[in-house]
């Protein structure tokens, strides 16, 4: 036994060296560094087969209806719409909101449906499906409002088909073509793009409801001051 020991303190010592009177232990080889993994020539085509495959995921998604509505940017219609006035937007808003039933800032398939019949131009659950498919940019299912107002855009610039819903919702909205000046609502929309040429022509438009609002305010004004006259009278 104590052979054994006295064999396990001579190995021990076997390690050290004696340098200047003391005992340092002997330098270890440096650690062989280990080879690292060379990008893959294929990684590149990788990403964009996972990216494909993501989309077309998603897709399946939307048609089976388990899809989350992806958050979009905040939509500057007039900025994104510059060919549409002011008062054109306003009231393709007001449409919007009239069919929007849910109050959700959508309009999805049962209320497109609703809107198709109130117009005089029912559609087939496919043909509805189709309508939201064309303008759907998002893949949601509904329409949003920059959706809706793509409708009006292809509408103007001839993207959509003659017989097609999204064509019939444009003929038969409910805003007043006669007041524009023109007949017929493709002719209206082109020549809405045509007299918003002129890069003034949004200013002008901002002036205009300034000077509405302006004289409302005078009228208003107007009105409270002839109450307070006859108040005065009869108060005496």
Request: hydrophobic fraction near 40%.
């Amino acid at each position: 036994m104590a052979s054994e020991k006295l064999a396990s303190k001579l190995q021990r010592r076997l390690h050290w060296e004696e340098v200047d009177g003391g005992l340092q232990p002997a330098p270890r080889a440096a650690p062989v560094p280990e080879p690292q993994p060379q990008p893959s020539a294929w990684a590149p085509t990788a990403r964009a087969d996972a990216e494909l495959s993501a989309q077309l995921n998603r897709r399946l998604d939307i048609n089976e209806g388990a899809a989350r509505p992806r958050r979009c940017k905040v939509f500057h219609p007039y900025s994104e719409f510059p060919e549409f006035s002011r008062r054109l937007i306003k009231d393709l808003e007001s449409m919007f909101k009239l069919y929007d039933a849910g109050r959700d800032g959508f309009i999805d398939l049962m209320e497109l449906k609703l809107m198709m019949e109130k117009l005089g131009a029912p559609q087939t659950h496919l043909g509805l499906k189709t309508m939201i498919k064309e303008v759907d940019e998002d893949f949601d299912g509904k329409l949003s409002f920059r959706e809706f107002l793509l409708i009006f855009h292809k509408a103007a610039v001839g993207e959509l088909q003659e017989d097609s819903g999204l064509m019939a919702l444009a003929k038969l909205s409910e805003i007043d073509v006669a007041l524009e000046g023109v007949k017929g609502a493709k002719d209206f929309f082109e020549a809405k793009v045509q007299a918003l040429n002129s890069a003034s022509k949004f200013e002008a438009e901002i002036k205009a409801e300034q000077d509405e609002r302006k004289q409302a305010e005078e009228k208003r004004r107007l009105r409270q001051a002839a109450f307070r006259e006859l108040k005065a009278a009869f108060s005496t």
